[in-house]
């Protein structure tokens, strides 16, 4: 199948990299529908170290961050779906600053840019322009604490910036302090205004998170400890409260391996994690309840390192992106266990993120 025949029949994808380690910056691929697939169709370094990319809700725009010292966002209008086999994303404007360093993360809530600064330990809100562009920073929240770890938490890290199902509540993981931080989006003054936070166990370095589809639970994933905390979730109250704690790996001892990302099925009865070090995918069974995650088996992951795992938009397909190997593989997911089999893999230097859109 053609690049071109791919793109329309599958979709397409975006890949973000590193380019101080040799990645060609962000990625669009087309997506074959048959064999979930990926052929590069173009590439620009316009950004150093895209890690990071979100799509506008219309898809016609791609967000990332350039996670440098600095600190800024760029948007690239995305081509064409008929015409993704002949331009990459095209830039919109110059880099815009987000007043923070090391951005890791980024999402898009209404009308705004969130980007979360891992380096400074805060979420910048940018507001987005007609036409997708991303304006000066509004506002920034600069979280506080640390954390028992003396290497990774002297202060606050935050590494993930997400809008709860529905919108009201924005939700951001600090790997420095242990917590998550609870705030709502002030869209008239452009800011986050703080309104709780939920402490995690000491050292568990909180990553990222996930929300279950039933939209009362979520499931936060440690990177300093291969731990899952099960939270129920109130939306009504913007209320976090942990109520189990689940181990993603078997038997591996704390510091050998680092989790990175966590996917729930669209149906809700499975979960996965990509652990780095383990270098492996590890398969969780979710109880009626949602409650009780139970570690059914890891998997390879492809490759090295995985710093990122995202279901494709039909919820068959996992696709991981592997940083130290340089690939992107993906996997078919057995309906009836969870368990993925690999299908594929697509070359990808220092790779570090995928978005379907």
Known sequence: MSGDSAGRDGGRAFIGSFTSAGGLGVIAAAVDARTGALTVVGATDDVADPS?????????????????????????????????GHTPPRLLADLVPVRGSGPTHLTVADGHLLTANYGSGSVSVLPVAAGGRPGPVTGVLQHQGSGPDPDRQRGPHTHQVVAAPGGRWILSTDLGADIV????????????????????????????????????????????????????WDPENGVLEPVGRTSVLPGVPRGASYPSEVAVAPDGRFLWVANRGHDSIAVLALDPMYEK???????????????????????RRLYVANERSGDVTWFDLDPATGVPTRAGALRAPAASCVVFG
């Open 52 to 84: 990071y990319l979100a799509l506008s809700p219309d898809g016609t725009v791609l967000y990332a961050v350039s996670e440098t010292d600095e600190g800024a966002v760029a948007a690239f209008r995305t081509p064409d779906t008929g015409a993704v």
């Open 181 to 232: 931080r609870i705030c709502s989006l002030d869209t008239t003054a452009g800011e986050l205004v703080p309104y709780g936070e939920t402490a995690l166990r000491p050292g568990n370095g909180p990553r990222h998170l996930a929300f279950h589809p039933a939209g009362g639970h979520v499931y936060v994933l440690g990177e300093l400890e291969p731990v899952l905390t099960v939270c129920r």
């Open 293 to 315: 995650p139970e570690l059914l088996t890891t998997v390879p992951c492809g490759g090295r390192w995985p710093r990122d795992l995202v279901l494709d938009p039909t919820g």
